[in-house]
């Protein structure tokens, strides 16, 4: 099962997940990617969706156990949360937000 606590290089690291980037991009990615480890892997693709009061960060990782999802979503009023899974669920989750947008 993959951990993607398993690749922390540095616990008191101060980068901030949650930080604005851009807005919403398909083509390229809307940080830089990153050459080094972070908190939880290394980028490799993300994407910013503005949506009313929320913002939303998509990041594509990869760290020793493999590549994997870390979906964030903060609120105006400052709330965070975060899920993260494996890229081999990643079907199951376009499969169901596909049903929700059908009965939507």
Request: charged content about 25%; proline content about 7%; aromatic content about 8%.
């Amino acid at each position: 099962m993959f951990d993607p606590m398993a690749d922390l290089s540095n616990p008191a690291q101060s980068d901030d997940p949650l930080a604005p980037t851009s807005n919403f991009a398909t083509s390229a990615p809307s940080r830089p990617v990153s050459t080094g480890s972070s908190r939880y892997g290394e980028e490799l693709h993300s994407i910013t969706i503005r949506a009313r009061q929320r913002t939303f960060y998509i990041d594509l990782k990869k760290s020793s156990n493999g590549k994997f999802l870390k979906v964030s979503e903060k609120s105006r009023g400052g709330q965070k949360s975060t899920i993260i899974f494996d890229i081999e669920d990643l079907p199951k989750f376009i499969e169901a937000l596909q049903e929700m947008q059908g009965k939507a």
